[in-house]
T-cell receptor, first 116, second 114 residues
Framework: AQKVTQAQTEISVVEKEDVTLDCVYE???????LFWYKQPPSGELVFLIRRNSFDEQNEISGRYSWNFQKSTSSFNFTITASQVVDSAVYFC?????????????FGQGTTLQVKP | DTGVSQDPRHKITKRGQNVTFRCDPI?????LYWYRQTLGQGPEFLTYFQNEAQLEKSRLLSDRFSAERPKGSFSTLEIQRTEQGDSAMYLC????????????FGPGTRLTVL
C-alpha cells in the first residue's frame, strides 16, 4: 500500500540555521513521483518540487535542496540559512504512475518555526 | 494568469443543511482534484476529473457527497445533510494532462458544521 511518513511533527530553529525535513515513502510501483509543498499560515499549498522515480539526482534551488534516495525510500528537504519567512507547514507527497489519476498521497506534514 | 480560485472561502452551516462549494481551475488545465484537510493532517484525496468525466472517487466520499464538472471547466462539490464530522478545509487543485504534472492548489473552503 502507498504511504508517506513525515516523522517530524514540529521543528523549531533559529534564523540562519540549516534544517532538514524528512520524508519516507512506501509504494510498490516502479514509476512514481514525489513532491514537496509548502503551506504558509495563509493556507494555500504552494508547489516546491517534483521528482520522478527514475531521476535520483539531487536538486538545489537557492537555499532549498532535496536528497532523493531510492535505497532508503527517502526524499528529504533541506533549507540552508533558514529565514523567518520559511515558517510554514511542509508536506511531502507521492503520486503513483500506475493509478493514472495523478492523485497525491500526502504525509502528515512538518511544522517549521523559524525564530528571529 | 490567474490561479485556482474557490468560493466561498468560509462556510458555517448547521448540521443537516446542504452546502455547495465551487472551484475554478487554471484555464488550460484539464485535470481537477478535490481534497479534504482536517486540522493537523495532510490533505486527503476525494475525487478526480479529467475534463468533465469523474474518473475516481475515494472511499472517503460518502453518498452524501457529489461532485460535478460540467463542460470540463469549473467544478462544484455538494455535501448533503452535513454532519459535524464534515468540518474541514476543502481544497481544489488542477493540473495539466500528465500524471507527473504538479498540481496547483486553490486557497480552500473552510467548512464549519455546528
Amino acid at each position: 500500500a502507498q504511504k508517506v511518513t513525515q516523522a517530524q511533527t514540529e521543528i523549531s530553529v533559529v534564523e540562519k540555521e540549516d534544517v532538514t525535513l524528512d520524508c519516507v515513502y512506501e509504494t510498490r510501483d516502479t514509476t512514481y513521483y514525489l513532491f514537496w509543498y509548502k503551506q504558509p499560515p495563509s493556507g494555500e499549498l504552494v508547489f516546491l518540487i517534483r521528482r520522478n522515480s527514475f531521476d535520483e539526482q539531487n536538486e538545489i534551488s537557492g537555499r532549498y535542496s532535496w536528497n532523493f534516495q531510492k535505497s532508503t525510500s527517502s526524499f528529504n528537504f533541506t533549507i540552508t540559512a533558514s529565514q523567518v519567512v520559511d515558517s510554514a507547514v511542509y508536506f511531502c507527497a507521492l503520486s503513483e504512475g500506475s493509478s493514472n489519476t495523478g492523485k497525491l498521497i500526502f504525509g502528515q506534514g512538518t511544522t517549521l518555526q523559524v525564530k528571529p | 494568469d490567474t490561479g485556482v480560485s474557490q468560493d466561498p472561502r468560509h462556510k458555517i452551516t448547521k448540521r443537516g443543511q446542504n452546502v455547495t462549494f465551487r472551484c475554478d481551475p487554471i484555464s488550460e488545465h484539464n485535470r481537477l482534484y478535490w481534497y479534504r484537510q482536517t486540522l493537523g493532517q495532510g490533505p486527503e484525496f476525494l475525487t478526480y476529473f479529467q475534463n468533465e468525466a469523474q474518473l475516481e472517487k475515494s472511499r472517503l466520499l460518502s453518498d452524501r457527497f457529489s461532485a460535478e464538472r460540467p463542460k470540463g471547466s469549473f467544478s462544484t462539490l455538494e455535501i448533503q445533510r452535513t454532519e459535524q464530522g464534515d468540518s474541514a478545509m476543502y481544497l481544489c487543485a488542477s493540473s495539466l494532462a500528465r500524471v507527473r504534472d504538479e498540481q496547483f492548489f486553490g486557497p480552500g473552503t473552510r467548512l464549519t458544521v455546528l
